[in-house]
């Protein structure tokens, strides 16, 4: 299989059938095969039976978490290419070339998608969370010696057998931070891609804390040794 488009959820289902049919129709405009996997985190809302409904292959993980979540479906994935993002409607499902196409050609290992760089939506991302994730992405990018301008951003692509390459252990917000660290020390082709931000189409509860998820990404870094030069 050539790509796999993965989607953590937990409780989205205002936004789950929209984004699995922007991420369907281009695979089938490409002519790329390709599945759609959805990873329920414990929704208690209606995602599980519309993501399947539309088409998606949906796989439990129980334990509560953004990285337990991902790693679970990053371990599942049948893609050559794995593309993630997450599926509250944020993120534009509808052109992946831009992390497919580098990465199917193998001009690097793993895609980082840049918010900062692209168009930001009025009301997508506050003053607060901008500053905070700019904070961190220098602390990081400086403590791992891998300068990622965005070491938040949700929506990322990666080959599989660069991935098998890399070992993760956390189970919350900070693994985004453990991701780009892991490759750096992998010693992985990282490149960056200006990506859009946008409100989400219809209502849902936001599941980020700042607060608490900011000091968990910061804990990472400061646990972790700096990458070996």
């Known amino acids: 299989m050539e790509c796999t488009v993965l989607m953590p959820c937990l409780n989205e289902e205002a936004n789950i059938a929209y984004v699995i049919d922007e991420a369907g129709r281009?695979?089938?405009?490409?002519?790329?095969?390709?599945?759609?996997?959805?990873?329920?985190n414990g929704?208690?809302?209606?995602?599980?039976?519309?993501?399947?409904?539309?088409g998606a292959?949906?796989?439990?993980?129980?334990?509560?978490?953004?990285?337990?979540a991902l790693r679970r479906g990053l371990r599942s994935?049948?893609?050559?290419?794995?593309?993630?993002?997450?599926?509250?409607?944020?993120?534009?499902f509808s052109d992946l070339g831009m992390f497919y196409d580098p990465l199917s050609r193998n001009e690097c290992d793993l895609m980082i998608g840049n918010r900062f760089a692209g168009r930001?939506?009025?009301g997508a991302m506050n003053t607060s969370h901008r500053i905070g994730v700019s904070v961190l992405s220098g602390l990081a990018g400086r403590h791992f010696g891998?300068?990622?301008?965005?070491?938040?951003?949700?929506?990322?692509?990666?080959?599989?057998?660069?991935?098998?390459?890399?070992?993760?252990?956390?189970?919350?917000m900070e693994f985004a931070t453990e991701m780009i660290a892991e490759a750096g020390r992998q010693k992985l082709r990282i490149k960056e891609v200006s990506v859009p931000l946008k409100v989400s189409r219809f209502k849902r509860k936001a599941k980020l804390r700042p607060i608490r998820d900011g000091f968990r990404h910061l804990a990472y870094i400061f646990s972790r040794g700096k990458r070996k030069r």
Do not use: N, P, Q
């Open 26 to 40: 281009w695979l089938a405009g490409k002519g790329i095969e390709g599945e759609i996997l959805v990873v329920d």
């Open 43 to 54: 929704s208690t809302d209606g995602s599980v039976k519309i993501a399947k409904s539309h």
């Open 57 to 68: 292959r949906v796989i439990i993980e129980k334990h509560k978490g953004y990285g337990y």
């Open 77 to 92: 994935a049948k893609g050559a290419v794995v593309i993630f993002g997450d599926a509250d409607g944020t993120y534009d």
């Open 120 to 122: 930001m939506e009025k």
């Open 146 to 172: 891998v300068a990622v301008r965005d070491y938040h951003c949700g929506i990322r692509g990666i080959r599989k057998d660069a991935l098998e390459k890399c070992s993760f252990h956390t189970g919350g």
